[in-house]
């Protein structure tokens, strides 16, 4: 497999992105940080042409784009079955806060 590239909006105006980027770090896998800067004139242009859901995170893997936070963390947590807690509530709220 190829490494995974994460684009993401500024961490500081893009708290999705930052969720599915802190999942990604503690994941432990190997993946590639693409940064879309989101003041520029072209953004919505530049983010259309890397998401199919014209928003970032957007994670681009072998099998396709994935372009929603919790969407991510699940395609992590497939690759790490560990990520996600063993406890039922434990993992509900893990969800959540993804």
Do not use: Y
């Not at 993401?8 to 693409?34: H, T, Y």
């Not at 859901?53 to 395609?75: F, M, Q």
Request: proline share 7%; hydrophobic share 45%.
């Amino acid at each position: 497999m190829s490494k995974p590239r994460l684009f993401i909006g500024n961490r500081r105006f893009s708290s999705w992105s930052l969720r599915a980027w802190q999942v990604l770090q503690k994941s432990g896998l190997d993946f590639e940080e693409v940064l879309v800067p989101l003041n520029d004139v072209d953004t919505r242009s530049t983010i259309s042409a890397i998401s199919p859901g014209g928003t970032v995170p957007a994670l681009h893997t072998d099998d396709g784009v994935i372009w929603d936070s919790l969407a991510i963390c699940e395609w992590a947590a497939e690759q790490v079955p560990s990520l996600w807690p063993a406890s039922a509530p434990l993992r509900h709220r893990a969800r959540s806060a993804a």
